[in-house]
């Protein structure tokens, strides 16, 4: 097996992962929306539609992937949202004494993960190639 195709059956197993994260994820604003409102900061209005409309934009997302002509751009709108939804996440590790049913390292570590993640959805949808005249300066 060739590096390239090694490397195109983990790119395609990153992929696999992104759409499993968010289409179980976006269930979950669903099913445990009280949960889900819980850990939106406070200084941001409208908890409960906020999670609705996370969830929606999530199952797109996810659905987006799945198809090749909307791979890319699915790729962007879950890179962004994934940017959108990480003042929730920091507000959970900076005020984990509000949430004892969730381990203080894992709080942390999910922002460690996010930013890996992050990087995985740019490389496995293909987002990268709307970015790459800027990134080359070719403006």
Not at 44 to 69: N, Q, T
Not at 76 to 89: E, R, S, Y
Request: charged share 15%.
């Amino acid at each position: 097996m060739t590096s390239a195709s090694r490397r195109e059956i983990f790119k395609r197993s990153v992929l696999v992962f992104v759409f499993f994260w968010f289409f179980f994820g976006s269930l979950a604003h669903f099913l445990f929306t009280r949960a889900e409102a819980g850990i939106v900061p406070t200084y941001i209005p409208f908890h409960r539609l906020d999670v609705y409309v996370s969830g929606v934009l999530e199952m797109l997302g996810a659905i987006g992937v799945l198809f090749k002509r909307a791979r890319s751009w699915a790729g962007i709108g879950l890179f962004l949202l994934t940017i959108a939804v990480t003042p929730a996440n920091i507000h959970m590790a900076m005020h984990w004494r509000s949430y004892p049913e969730v381990s203080p390292w894992i709080l942390n570590a999910r922002l460690v993960f996010q930013v890996i993640f992050l990087a995985g959805i740019w490389w496995s949808t293909g987002a990268s190639k709307y970015y790459a005249p800027f990134y080359k300066g070719k403006h």
